[in-house]
Nanobody, 118 residues
Framework: QVQLVESGGGLVQAGGSLRLSCAAS????????MGWFRQLPGKERDFVAR????????YYPDSVKGRFTISRDSAKNTVYLQMDSLKPEDTALYYC???????????WGQGTQVTVSS
């Protein structure tokens, strides 16, 4: 069973940057896409970024467009989320996920906490 392990979360001041990493324990070249989501306690999980594994096309919601960048390293089976110009409202538990069969995101990591202080 492939596992996804996130790292790179932490505490940062508003306006700062963080880079999250998501390493898969197995090969990802057959995956349809990988993405990042975030969630606050008691709230629904929100989409943050997605990258198509073949071709590398990316998608972002307006809330993070221009500030966040998703990328992948196929050789390392790793996806990254570069977060710049962070705002307090970006504070959340960030999850990495994989869409392994082209239907839904069906493989999830444990999450990494990002806290942005004002």
């Amino acid at each position: 069973q492939v596992q996804l392990v996130e790292s790179g979360g932490g505490l940062v001041q508003a306006g700062g940057s963080l880079r999250l990493s998501c390493a898969a324990s197995g090969r990802t070249d057959s995956y349809y896409a990988m993405g990042w989501f975030r969630q606050l306690p008691g709230k629904e999980r929100d989409f943050v970024a997605r990258i198509m594994w073949s071709g590398g096309r990316t998608y972002y919601p307006d809330s993070v467009k221009g500030r966040f960048t998703i990328s992948r390293d196929s050789a390392k089976n790793t996806v990254y989320l570069q977060m710049d110009s962070l705002k307090p409202e970006d504070t959340a538990l960030y999850y990495c996920a994989a869409n392994t069969r082209g239907i839904v995101f069906d493989l999830w990591g444990q999450g990494t906490q990002v806290t942005v202080s004002s």
